[in-house]
């Protein structure tokens, strides 16, 4: 898919694509304060919604479009573009008759294959760049089609924006954020300028920080968040966001990485050193296709005597000193646990599909 949209022309000299501003915007006098401190930081769109996704009605859900005039008047007043949160094609319709500069496309939006072509549908013939969340749920398809329907709307300019994944358990974090599924979107989509939104992700402030320079590891294009003049009194996600001056001081701290350097020196010690990787690489395949030969094998026994593939008490055990021997040589106990799921699920795969 060809993106028109280059974050490199759009960063004006700062160290990473940033669109910040509060979670709603609440009133005339707040979303201008914000953005006046705001203005005297690192900052590239402002961002403020005005029609609020709750979960249960009776909560604070948006100014409505009035909104739309104070944002844009408050970014005109400092020379930056503005966004919101669009979910309707009435929305789309306000934003556009308020020249808001960008369109975003809300969670819980890109979660729903109806809304996504409705806003679409309202998109044709429209030259604005949409960014587009992640869905609530650890789906890519649903993430992939949402972009491709704003594509196909001919829509040019896009940016993805990672927020974090809902989970049916408790976490440290607000949305878990599944590095693995913005990863191969980019892969998906190479030419689409990722970005990661902490806020939403954390649901804190504490943990900003560190999620936000993981995004910069990975090299992520730039962050979206969430700043408020006065976050305690914030109507909506007070907890996570930020006041201008933490934000300045987040932004500060960010180590921005390159992904490559031309360093001789640096260059033929990785190239030693991913050598050696290859080989324990074929060593790990050899191993693995050595182990699922002997799980045809025993599987063959099982066919022969009616007993079922799967073993609970073997596998607990597995799983149990697995882990212990592998926390041992400084593994995280969580990796080594998921790789011998894989290995399980394989290995059980194997053993049903032999031949009879
Ligand atoms: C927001 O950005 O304020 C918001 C509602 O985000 P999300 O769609 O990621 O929940
Ligand atoms: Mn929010």
Not at 185 to 191: A, K
Not at 289 to 300: F, H, L, N
Request: proline residues 5%.
């Amino acid at each position: 898919m060809q993106n028109e949209l280059k974050i490199r022309d759009l960063l004006k000299g700062n160290k990473t694509f940033l669109i910040a501003g509060p979670c709603s915007v609440e009133s005339e006098e707040q979303i201008a304060k914000t953005v006046n401190e705001l203005a005297t930081y690192e900052v590239n769109i402002v961002r403020g919604g005005v029609w609020k996704p709750r979960t249960r009605p009776g909560s604070f859900e948006g100014v409505g479009a009035e909104g739309l005039k104070w944002l844009k008047q408050a970014g005109t007043s400092v020379n930056l573009p503005v966004t919101v949160e669009v979910a309707t094609p009435e929305h789309v319709e306000d934003a556009l008759k308020y020249e808001i500069d960008y369109l975003w496309l809300g969670a819980r939006t890109t979660t729903n294959p109806f809304s996504v072509q409705n806003i679409a549908d309202a998109l044709k013939g429209v030259d604005i760049p949409v960014m587009l969340k992640n869905p609530m749920s650890p789906d890519l398809d649903l993430w992939i089609g949402a972009i491709e329907r704003i594509a196909n709307a001919g829509i040019k300019k896009m940016i993805a924006i990672h927020r974090g994944f809902q989970m049916h358990k408790k976490t440290a974090y607000r949305n878990v954020p599944n590095w693995r599924i913005p990863i191969e979107l980019r892969r998906t989509f190479p030419d689409i300028p990722l970005i990661c939104d902490p806020s939403h992700i954390c649901g804190n402030t504490l943990l900003l920080q560190s999620v936000a320079q993981e995004a910069m590891d990975l090299l992520y294009d730039g962050l979206m968040l969430e700043v408020h003049i006065n976050p305690n009194e914030a109507l909506s996600d007070a907890k996570q966001q930020l006041t201008p001056k933490e934000y300045g001081e987040l932004v500060k701290k960010l180590e921005v990485k390159k992904p490559y350097s031309d360093d001789k020196v640096f260059f033929e010690n990785m190239n030693e050193l991913r050598k050696d990787i290859d080989s324990v690489d074929t060593m790990i395949l050899e191993l693995l296709a050595q182990r699922m030969r002997m799980s045809r094998k025993i599987g063959t026994y099982k066919r022969g005597a009616g007993v079922s593939n799967y073993q609970p008490d073997r596998w607990n055990e597995i799983l149990k000193s697995r882990t212990k021997a592998g926390v041992e040589k400084k593994l995280s106990e969580d990796f080594v646990y998921r790789m011998y799921q894989y290995i399980h699920e394989e290995s059980l795969r194997q053993q049903e599909d032999m031949p009879e």
